[in-house]
């Protein structure tokens, strides 16, 4: 099922690349795209977001490019998040080779800073196209030496009407250029574009294939990726499993569990494909003895653990493809014993989760995570149980000896109820089983749930008619137009978008105003003291309607009521937005993702 990074036929030093980002190894996309890119191919490839495709053709593209200064490889992202995502991740990919430059080239970044960028030769150029046309007819920008081109996201840039710019890119790029476009759907458009400028392409597509799960009890929890940490130690504490398996995507997250667990008192140990032989033999002897409670491991470590008592399986980061999820899942529920699977998603992997259920036909129940609440009550139960305990045993002298002692010293009078003292000794015992950890119910970090529900009153708003909802609460806060790229084509609402907002942000629904939506897109007022960041978590990867979305600032004059009013925007030109034919209002519920 599976190869390595090396066997892929990678130099050295991208090999060093792809270890010091802790990819322990290649996706399915990336087992398929890479030989047959480096072999030279053109390739058209179909993959779901978060399959790892910007490894995928990256690394055959880092690859071919040599030491001359100059463009030998061109990447075309729809927007300028994605561009600078994409020239990061080649940049940390192409780390160790110190000859190789990675620029990001978009729109908004100060011009003359990139003619110098440019001029100084970076072999590989990361850009929107509008930006790249821009620098072509400037020349500012020479595509004649460019041997890789590739088009990411190719659906996204067609949507957004930058054919024609990609059109004249790529008829800049040489005739024997190897040409490589993915997209996640293939439209005619898409197939056209390929038909026009690829050369008997290669398809890779990674075949969905039904998968059987074990049938054991899974769940899901939403998180936001900052909170895993505290959310595993909740559910460690809630559950009080004897054998947990946890599983992180890389070799540093293991790393950063393990340590994280250490830290807070758990017995728990990493294993992943850095350590040598005798420390995993090491690890796994405790484990198998009861030396351990909780092994934390990539996939290829988990690979050889042979154990049979495993009574929770908690994926700490979904797995990228259906089959790892089942593998991972049927470490537990073994020979006959009871095991459950727990799974970690944030709001923009819930496509993955989608994906897990929709192949493996299982369902999957969403929980919530134990509040601070109901884990200090679980503790306090806990011990009140082993009280029970203790007094069912008998009596229990000499232990009423020290008790009648100690109250005759300290309180000769008798001025105090056995029932303080009982809560003391309680107080005393649960913090101490617990690790020195107290609890304080009225401070719970994973309080701000990562999509809140509709208060009331909001709930209430949503009999209008409109999806125009006008700035209630801030009507004197400063507010900017940020253009999302769903619309009334997507069935999205405009809940929809103010659940993705304040959800995703964790800025309060308030700081939202009035919300146009348009056939292929929308155009949201957030206040702008947080219109910045907005914008850097909507293009981070979030999804609204099962679409991944990119958000853009509307430069726009206010979007115009009537449909066809004149508007200042260049693309796409036939879009304007329009009132909707659909009640809106402002349920969180359904919300992006699902
Ligand atoms: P896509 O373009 O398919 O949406 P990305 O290339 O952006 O996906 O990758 C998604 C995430 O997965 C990124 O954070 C990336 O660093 C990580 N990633 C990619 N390949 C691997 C791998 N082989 N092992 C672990 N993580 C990976
Ligand atoms: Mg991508």
Redesign the pocket.
């Known amino acids: 099922m599976t190869t390595s990074?090396a066997a892929l036929g990678l130099s050295p030093a991208l090999l060093q690349g792809?270890e010091d980002?802790?990819?322990?190894?290649?996706?399915p996309?990336?087992t398929l795209a890479v030989p047959a890119l480096l072999a030279g191919r053109d390739a058209v490839g179909q993959?779901?977001?978060?399959?790892?495709?910007?490894?995928?053709f990256?690394l055959p593209l880092l690859e071919r490019m040599g030491p001359e200064r100059r463009t030998q490889g061109i990447v075309l992202c729809p927007t300028r998040e994605l561009a600078i995502?994409?020239a990061e991740?080649l940049g940390?990919l192409a780390v160790h080779r110190k000859d190789l430059r990675v620029l990001p080239v978009y729109g908004g970044q100060s011009i003359e800073r990139q003619f110098r960028a440019l001029a100084q030769g970076p072999q590989v150029i990361v850009g929107t196209p509008g930006r790249i046309i821009d620098h072509l007819h400037r020349g500012t920008l020479h595509l004649e030496e460019t041997a890789v081109a590739v088009l990411?996201?190719a659906d996204e840039m067609l949507d957004m009407g930058f054919r024609e710019d990609i059109e004249e890119i790529l008829e800049k790029t040489p005739e024997n250029c190897q040409r490589v476009l993915?997209s996640a759907t293939m439209p005619p458009a898409i197939r056209a574009l390929a038909d026009r400028f690829l050369r008997d392409p290669e398809v890779l597509a990674v075949p969905h294939r039904t998968q059987t799960a074990p049938a054991i009890e899974q769940v899901y929890y939403e998180v936001r990726q900052h909170q895993k940490g505290e959310a595993l130690c909740r559910l460690l504490d809630a559950q009080n499993f004897r054998k947990a398996l946890v599983f992180c995507?890389?070799k540093r997250g293991v790393d950063d569990v393990t340590l994280q667990l250490q830290r807070r008192g758990y017995q728990a140990d990493g294993l992943h494909g850095n350590l040598s032989q005798g420390q995993r033999d090491r690890v796994m002897g405790r484990f198998r003895e009861e030396g351990l409670d909780v092994l934390v491991a990539t996939d290829v470590a988990a690979r050889g653990i042979d154990v049979d008592d495993v009574d929770a399986v908690i994926n700490y980061d979904i797995p990228?493809d259906v089959e790892s999820y089942v593998h991972r899942i049927g470490r537990t529920g073994r020979a006959g014993r009871e095991g459950r699977a727990f799974t970690f998603v944030t709001a923009r992997e819930h496509f993955r989760l989608r994906d897990i259920m929709r192949c493996t036909k299982a369902s999957i129940s969403r929980h919530q995570l134990p509040t601070l609440h109901d884990l200090h009550h679980l503790r306090t139960a806990k011990v009140m149980d082993e009280v029970l305990e203790t007094l069912a045993a008998g009596p229990q002298e000499r232990w009423i000896a020290l008790v009648e002692e100690f109250l005759g010293t300290h309180f000769p009078e008798g001025r105090i109820a056995s029932r303080d003292v009982a809560a003391a000794l309680l107080k005393l015992l649960v913090r101490r089983d617990f690790g020195g950890q107290d609890i304080d119910p009225g401070h719970d970090p994973l309080a701000e749930a990562p999509r809140r529900a509709p208060r009331a009153e909001e709930r209430r708003e949503s009999g209008s008619d409109t999806a125009r909802r006008p700035p209630r609460r801030h009507s004197d806060t400063p507010m900017t137009r940020i253009r999302i790229s769903v619309g009334r084509a997507h069935s999205v609402k405009p809940g929809m978008l103010v659940g993705a907002i304040a959800g995703e942000c964790g800025i309060p629904g308030g700081l939202v105003g009035a919300i146009d939506i348009a056939p292929r897109f929308s155009v949201v007022e957030v206040a702008s003291s947080v219109a910045e960041e907005v914008l850097a978590i909507l293009n981070a990867?979030v999804f609204v309607c099962g679409t991944?979305i990119t958000a853009e600032p509307w430069l726009a004059a206010p979007p115009p009521r009537k449909p066809h009013a004149p508007g200042a925007r260049r693309r796409p030109s036939s879009a304007s937005p329009q009132r909707p034919g659909r009640s809106g209002g402002r349920r969180a519920s359904g919300a992006q993702g699902l």
């Open positions: 990074f792809i980002l802790g990819f322990e190894e290649p996706s996309i990336q993959a779901q977001t978060g399959t790892g495709k910007t490894a995928a990256g995502q994409v991740e940390r990411d996201e993915f995507s890389t990228h990867g991944k």
